[in-house]
């Protein structure tokens, strides 16, 4: 009758709760109000009736319990301790400056961020830009290898000015010397129709006498990619990825990017900025995604090429103006997201970059951590419970009750 003894459900399995014997040899409880005899349904009733207060208490815990921690980024294009989790409190500054001391005589254009572009993207994406309208092979630089499952995984999406139009894919291997081992080539039907691609190499044939290539050895890659032999005189590659993590492959996943029709404009200055960019001070146009807000500090029509945009002051507006951003720009930004490890985001325009401030989520052991460094606490903690462990301490809370109750 062993199998009658009380078990909790856990992730790591059933575990078996109770006391030795419970099943074959009962034994009476002297401290209930008839000695001798077994629990009764108002002594059960009242017992859980105190369980039930305690369990509601570690409830009300469990809904307080941290499960995110947020961290600020001050610009920084490559953040290497992000989560998978939603951008909050973004800020997009803008900026201004100028190739040279103006005169009447030679004026000297200001430049801004025109037209900025927000581009948010994980580590498993090629370290370079999309490739468009491509009319001859390009080769990349050396790439580090990360192999997925001992193979080295290709996605993208292509486009070609024909209907036949193929893509070309090339990777050459090398060692840890960047000494040539061989390598494997793709192609296919692109079409002039944006497509998504995806394939593996796993070095079959790849060395240079056609033997197969154990990938291990391989450090290095470089991609050709390129138009096949068609009628096609341009092709585009777009969102490229090459690998993703050295342990599991997250599916591809779209570039994320938010682009806004405005120019942001900003003053150099000495003091009294609202943003500072690598050691300057600016007073500057600034997206508020919170608040769904473009705000204009400068007074675009005062800018004149004649003279110099350092500490022109009178070249600000007399007092901010809010513009509201349209509901498909503010559902664009909202829905950013960071991921784990590792997020890349950069704000590109027409002319010059521009700044953006945020909060990202990041791991509860990272959080945790941050924590326990700045309380000197050397000691290790459970960083996480999930709603079913946390059921299951619950339902145990149960089993030790029934067992002292000896049902």
């Known amino acids: 009758m062993a199998e009658s003894i009380l078990k909790i459900h856990t992730q790591n399995g059933d575990i078996p709760v109770g006391y030795p014997g419970l099943a074959d040899k009962p034994i009476a409880d002297k401290t209930l109000s008839v000695e001798g005899a077994f629990a009764d349904s108002k002594v059960v009733g009242d017992r859980f009736k105190e369980v039930n207060a305690e369990t509601d208490s570690l409830k009300e815990d469990l809904s307080n319990k941290i499960t995110k921690f947020y961290a600020s980024n001050q610009g920084e294009t490559h953040i290497t301790d992000s989560d998978n989790g939603k951008i909050q409190d973004m800020m997009l500054y803008g900026k201004s400056s100028q190739d040279g001391v103006p005169t009447p005589e030679n004026p000297v254009e200001i430049k801004s961020v025109v037209n900025p572009t927000v581009k948010v993207c994980g580590e498993n994406l090629y370290p370079g830009s999309d490739l468009i309208g491509l009319t001859k092979t390009y080769t990349t630089d050396f790439i580090p290898v990360i192999l997925h499952k001992g193979k080295i995984y290709f996605s993208f999406d292509t486009s070609s000015d024909t209907s036949d139009g193929r893509y070309h894919i090339n990777a050459k291997y090398f060692d840890i010397n960047k000494e040539l081992m061989g390598g494997n080539g793709n192609e296919s039907i692109a079409g002039n129709n944006i497509s998504h ?59 994320q990017t938010v682009t806004l029709p405005y120019t942001l404009n900003a003053i150099p200055v ?53 513009i509201d951003l349209t509901t498909e720009q503010i559902t664009a930004f909202t829905a950013l997201a960071t991921y784990y490890p590792t997020t890349h985001i950069s704000v590109t325009s027409e002319q010059l970059d521009g700044y953006t401030v945020f909060n990202y989520p990041i791991s509860m052991a990272n959080g945790w951590n941050y924590v326990k460094k700045q309380l000197n606490d050397n000691r290790d903690y459970i960083y996480d419970m999930d709603i079913q462990i946390a059921e299951a301490y619950v339902n145990s809370e149960y089993a030790v009750a029934l067992t002292e109750l000896e049902v």
Do not use: C
């Not at 450090?219 to 096609?232: D, H, N, R």
């Not at 005062?302 to 600000?316: C, G, Y």
């Open 197 to 255: 691609v995806s394939f593996e190499f796993d070095g079959t044939k790849a060395g240079i006498n056609h033997e197969t290539i154990d990938l291990k050895n391989v450090s290095y890659v470089k991609i050709m990619f390129g138009i096949y032999a068609t009628t096609a005189t341009k092709i585009t590659y777009k969102n490229i990825m090459i690998s993703a993590t050295d342990s599991d492959f997250e599916p591809y996943k779209p570039i």
């Open 270 to 322: 000495e003091s009294g900025g609202n943003v500072t960019i690598d050691g300057q001070q600016y007073i500057a146009d600034y997206v508020d995604v919170e608040r769904g807000k473009l705000i204009r500090m400068v007074d675009s029509s005062k800018l004149d090429n004649t003279q110099s945009i350092v500490d022109k002051t009178e070249w600000l507006l007399a007092a901010p103006q809010e």
